[in-house]
């Protein structure tokens, strides 16, 4: 038997040898290929094309090698800065001649996000240059969007559906009491609710009075932005009676979109392809290319050079939930962003520092770290500012006290100030099925928190006074922040979140801007006449583009199912599956022994996740390729 288990070893440990010779290889050929590849293919005048494929985000995240042999392709988002750059660029190059946006694979994105696309296509408008836009199915976001297009195109199968803010939050106590199992929650703050789901059957008052004054906030902003675009767009129509809506056309959503004003003409993608080819000129590169001239958004941003003129601004991004380590990006890695501005203020070449923060808060130790290394380059004596994108509230608002000046959208969530903890235990579970607990103690303390026999009441007062005092500086932070009193402070704290043009009348904001006009305040605080932006963890990595490029495409095909059906069916489909992510969310948030958060649960839910990776099929190589390796 030794014999047999001498050989068995010596056989797997030559297959693990083998796996990893076939692993280097595979990809030292990969880089060597990229870095032999020919250059980019240049503009052709024509269209600017862009296909939203996924949702609009602040900050792609990065692919790792693990990631592709252990779980799967990446959905497909796009870069919100990226998109806007090539849009607004387009406007002034001659070799453009329209705009065209695909939204037939878009999942939506941030209402400031949103606007702000739309700023930029009503740029290219104003240039005289034409932005038309096509879809199956438009949802709010892409309403939003097509009202800033000369021509909005919808699927003669397809419509239109405005919903407006608002949904459903899943609630788990009476599943816990059931199951017997106890969840402790210690928090501070009348409406942080992000507890509510394990300590409820619905929601409090207090957090419906919260979320509705943020949803009749954003849905006044939209609407606003949306009439201004498309006058003759019968918003109170398409929303006060929609099944009378769309009866009117016969039952045909197409037609229906078309009477409110939300879109423009019906045609499937074939003729609209050629309505654009009518505009820029037909494509006759053959039967595989577009049927019009054009340029896709990622080779047309390769043409285009960045200033590098003047003083550097630098801009660390916090996108995603905050957690402790060196996650992301696409997550806020709390010890990856300080190590990226603690270099950056090491190595004296920024004028001064933007914060752009798109999060809904996180860990409490993860937030403090990126908070110390901003406060950290600021006694530097370097201005800092803050941009808040679509989401800065809890621990995203705890990373923005060092600002010097802070920005934000009208339609920004902020605030959320408070903290807590959930910790479940199991004691009346275990005992329901046999299992007793028992034990000798030394202090009042031994073997607490315990999840199996039950908290004690001294390790519940004592996690009780660490939340109370993580909520105390919380608060003196944004006090000392904001040049109040913390009873001030604590006022319109105690959890609660606020819009962005309220959040500015008191006190919590400065004022209104996105990020460009962080930055010419940077610039100005600094003495900078010229200056450029360097976002800080943004490299011209080719291995990295290269495992990006692999993901994509081969996160393609389930990108196509998880974008559901072009009708309202499909719709619902496609929402019951951002259900069952909600309700992964919740239940890791109680059993993932994350300690003390700073998370806000209802802004989390107001903006659109990336679906996770579909799995790779075994049928592809790189899902062949995964296998061998386990």
């Known amino acids: 038997m030794k014999f047999a288990r001498s050989v068995w ?52 995240a990065r692919v790792r090698p693990s990631q592709l042999l252990s779980g799967g392709g990446r959905m497909k988002s796009v870069q919100e800065r990226d998109l806007v750059r090539g849009i607004e660029a387009a406007a002034a190059d001659e070799r453009i001649k329209a705009v065209v946006l695909d939204l037939d694979g878009f999942s939506g994105g941030s209402q400031v996000a949103i606007t702000r696309i739309g700023a930029a296509m009503d740029t290219v408008r104003a240039a005289k ?27 003669p199968l397809g419509g239109a559906l405005v919903a407006g803010p608002g949904g459903t939050n899943l609630y788990f106590k009476a599943l816990l009491d059931r199951l017997k199992i106890k ?50 767009a019968d918003i109170k129509l398409v929303t006060g009676d929609p099944v009378k809506w769309v009866a009117a056309s016969g039952g045909d959503a197409a037609k229906a979109a078309v009477a409110a004003g939300l879109v423009d003409r019906i045609g499937d993608k074939f003729a609209f392809e050629a309505r654009v080819a009518e505009i820029v000129g037909k494509n006759d590169a053959g039967p595989d290319e577009a049927v019009f001239k054009g340029t896709a958004l990622a080779t047309y941003l390769k043409d285009q050079t960045p200033s590098t003129e003047g003083k550097a601004i630098a801009v660390v991004t916090v996108a995603g939930d905050i957690v402790d380590g060196d996650a992301g990006p696409g997550t806020a890695g709390g010890d990856r962003i300080a190590s990226l501005v603690d270099k950056a203020a090491a190595s004296g070449d920024y004028a001064a520092l933007v914060v752009r923060v798109d999060s809904p808060g996180g860990s409490v130790t993860g937030a403090e770290r990126i908070r110390a290394a901003i406060a950290r380059m600021k006694a530097k004596k370097l201005p800092v500012a803050v941009s808040m994108a679509g989401l800065a509230a809890s621990g995203g608002y705890w990373v923005s006290t060092p600002a010097d000046r802070v920005f934000a959208e009208p339609a920004t969530i902020t605030g959320s100030i408070g903290i807590f903890a959930i910790i479940p235990s199991f004691e009346e579970a275990l005992g329901r099925i046999g299992i007793g607990t028992d034990g000798v103690r030394t202090t009042p303390l031994s073997g607490q928190p315990d999840v199996f026999g039950g908290f004690s009441p001294t390790a519940e007062a004592v996690i009780q006074q660490q939340i109370d005092s993580g909520y105390a500086r919380f608060v003196g932070l944004v006090a000392a922040a904001r040049h109040k009193s913390p009873a001030d402070i604590d006022r319109i704290a105690q959890g609660r979140i606020w819009d962005g043009g309220t959040a500015r009348q008191i006190g919590l904001v400065d004022e209104f801007g996105g990020i460009d006009a962080a930055l010419a305040w940077a610039a ?37 199912q998880m974008a559901g059906g072009q009708d309202f069916a499909g719709l619902a489909a496609q929402r019951q599956g951002a259900l069952a992510g909600q309700l992964a969310g919740d239940l890791a948030r109680l059993l993932g022994g994350t300690g003390a958060q700073v998370y806000c649960l209802e802004c989390a839910g107001m903006k659109p996740a990336a679906p996770s990776a579909p799995a790779i099929p075994a049928s592809t190589w790189l899902g062949l390729l995964r296998k061998l390796a386990g």
């Open 183 to 232: 969840a402790h929650v210690f928090k501070v703050g009348t409406y942080k609710s992000a507890v509510e789901p394990f300590t409820r059957e619905n929601a409090s008052p207090e957090s419906k009075e919260a979320l509705g004054a943020v949803y009749a906030a954003l849905w006044e902003a939209w609407q606003a932005d949306v009439k201004k675009a498309r006058p003759k």
């Open 129 to 155: 240059k034409p932005v038309l836009v096509r879809a199956g199915l438009y949802t709010d976001d892409g309403v939003q969007l097509a009202a800033h297009a000369s021509e909005a195109w919808v699927d």
């Open 9 to 60: 070893k010596i056989l797997v440990a030559i297959k693990d040898g083998l796996v990893l010779l076939l692993l280097l290889l595979f990809f030292g050929g990969l880089y060597a290929l990229l870095t032999l590849r020919p250059a980019p293919a240049s503009v052709q005048p024509g269209a600017l094309y862009v296909a939203l494929d996924g949702p609009v985000v602040e900050e792609r």
């Open 524 to 560: 100005k605080a600094a003495g900078a006449k010229t200056w450029h932006p360097v976002y800080l963890g943004e490299s011209d990595d080719t291995f990295g583009t290269l495992l990006s490029q692999l993901a994509d495409s081969e996160g393609e095909a389930g990108a196509a």
